[in-house]
């Protein structure tokens, strides 16, 4: 936890005084330090006070090592007794956790300028004008620039000091306010219990002194004292040290233990996490997988590796299946180029039966062929509505793939034929097309120059289209768009309209609803009548895990 913890003290001569501070340094490589003698020491401390906590790793602070190095102090000229935690060349103590690379470094003063004064800061205010009821408890303050401080005020009792009692303070400061207010019960309970360990040996000393020789009889029988007296060292000592009110000589030891332990452990306590929402329903990347002809996802992880010299598994006969079949036949590259082999017309006609979950049945020589055309039509597509059986010697129904490949001359059954739920695709070699004067001619250049395409559907494509198919093909049109742009768009409509099938799907489930009710639903998403085949087939991709979140979160709040 990137803060520092100090303990504060207000004397009756220098006021508002910091006394010890700790802090959590997260260091690469060793830095020095000087003492006040100017000597140099390795030490992993650095000047660097983080405005983002960071935490540690879960080692318990027992296997942290503890050893002593020299921290800068200041001058006597500047503290008195009772300010004071280190003599004038006395060692601080640091805490190094090697395993998390964190050391915990214990002086009377922050090193580093900056630091030094958001510390003296609240522990000004901290003793001064930010007071809490009762004078002893936990307060929070601070702001942007100085940083936040959640201070905690408390007395110790002091048979020498005016009033008996003299003030301190505990304080945490750090720039995060939010990690700050989070850790507020962690931190008031652990300073508390050392306070209360304080005043506890604190109360000791008192009594004991007290029936030595009664302090506050003895005031009311002596007579007034001069402001010089007191400051000579009449009946009142300022400059009584907090080892002193104690009676423990290694106070300050056990400070740096608690203090570093508090800096470990809260840092351990919260930790940033990536917080996950619900599943995505897209998450799925199918550029490899395929449904087999039992309707199983089959996952292809053989990487295609070209022949070549440096691959000599490739020149001893271990071929690709393609390579083994003699498929060399010409693919599509892009959306726009299938556009450019098909026709617009016929472009049109694909697209929308894809888009409404019609069955997209092709037929051609070669698998390249085939596989290439499904890899295209994917992007108009979630990626949950894609199952996609790439080859297959004989037909396989709907409800197992909805893009099926088969080789040409692949007869279809009767009962499909007939139906509105398919649209058939050939593309036909130019030694095929000879045989059929009949077929459609692709006039464009490149590796389709010569086929033919034809198209066969008993569904009639309705003149009001849905509403993204025809943003598909505005984005088509445009010329200046390049294919990797074309595949960004696409996605972001995807994104748009799978959103709405998510409400639509939550709204259908969150109990009885009118048709009216359905149609306000629609036109408040901007869906329009012809959309509606769309809706009902996207909500298909929806994994049962999302459906799932779905419904426990309309259970959650009904």
């Known amino acids: 936890m990137n803060a520092v913890i100090a303990l504060c003290h207000f004397c009756e001569i220098h006021g508002p005084r910091v006394l010890f501070c700790t802090q959590a340094h997260h260091a690469a490589e060793p830095q020095h330090v000087l003492d006040s003698k100017g000597e140099e020491y390795p030490s992993t401390f650095g000047h660097h006070f983080h405005k983002r906590p960071r935490s540690s790793t879960n080692e318990s602070l027992s296997s942290v090592s503890s050893d002593l190095t020299t921290c800068s102090s200041a001058s006597s000229t500047e503290h008195c007794e009772a300010c004071r935690s280190f003599q004038p060349g006395q060692p601080g103590f ?146 009584r040290a907090l080892v002193v009110l104690t009676g423990d000589a290694n106070l300050f030891k056990y400070l740096h233990m608690r203090f570093s332990w508090i800096l470990k452990a809260g840092g351990n306590r919260i930790t940033e996490k990536v917080l996950e929402g619900p599943p995505l329903e897209e998450a799925v990347d199918l550029d490899d ?27 001893e006969g271990h071929q690709s299946e393609d390579e083994l079949e003699g498929d060399e036949g010409p693919v599509f590259s892009s959306l726009q180029h299938l556009r ?31 596989k290439s055309l499904f890899k295209v039509l994917k992007v108009i597509l979630p990626a949950g509505c894609c199952r996609i059986i790439s080859h297959s010697p004989t037909y396989q129904a709907s409800w197992k793939c909805n893009f099926l490949g088969l080789s040409t001359g692949t007869e279809l059954p009767e009962h499909l034929i007939t139906s509105e739920v398919y649209l058939l695709l050939d593309v036909i070699s130019p030694v095929n097309l000879k045989q059929d004067s009949n077929r459609v001619v692709s006039r464009t ?99 049962s895990q999302y459906r799932s979140h779905l419904l426990t979160s309309i259970m959650g709040t009904t």
């Open 94 to 239: 640091i805490s190094n956790d090697h395993e998390a690379k964190i050391s915990y470094i214990s002086s009377q003063n922050p090193e580093h300028p900056e630091l030094f004064t958001i510390i003296r800061q609240a522990c000004i205010r901290s003793l001064s004008c930010e007071n809490c009821q009762g004078r002893e408890g936990p307060i929070f303050f601070g702001e942007d620039y100085y940083g936040y401080t959640l201070s905690y005020m408390f007395i110790i009792k002091d048979t020498q000091a005016r009033g008996l009692q003299r003030g301190y303070s505990i304080i945490v400061v750090m720039m995060d306010k939010i990690y700050l207010l989070n850790s507020w019960p962690f931190l008031v309970k652990h300073m508390k219990s050392l306070i209360d360990e304080l005043k506890s040996k604190s109360n000791k000393v008192y009594e004991q002194e007290q029936t030595q020789r009664n302090q506050r009889a003895e005031r009311l029988h002596r007579e007034f004292l001069s402001p010089g007296d007191f400051y000579r060292g009449g009946v009142n000592k300022p400059f």
């Open 289 to 315: 997988e395929e449904v087999t002809e039992e309707g199983f996802i089959k996952v292809s992880t053989k990487p295609a590796v070209p022949s070549s010299p440096e691959n000599p598994s490739q020149s």
């Open 340 to 370: 450019a082999v098909l026709g617009s017309l016929n472009f049109h006609d694909v697209a929308y039966n894809v888009l409404i979950g019609n069955q997209l049945i092709a037929r051609a020589d070669c698998k390249s062929t085939l």
């Open 445 to 543: 250049a490149g590796p389709f120059k010569g086929h033919g395409i034809s198209i066969t559907s008993s569904s009639v494509v309705p003149d009001k289209v849905p509403t993204i198919l025809s943003r598909i093909v505005t984005t088509l049109n445009n010329s200046d768009l390049t294919p990797e742009i074309v595949v960004t768009v696409l996605t972001t409509l995807k994104e748009e309209w799978m959103n709405k099938v998510k409400l639509l799907f939550k709204f259908t489930r969150a109990g009885s609803h009118t048709d009216e009710d359905t149609e306000k639903l629609l036109k408040i998403l901007q869906a329009k009548v012809e959309d509606k085949p769309l809706l009902r087939f996207w909500i298909t991709a929806l994994s």
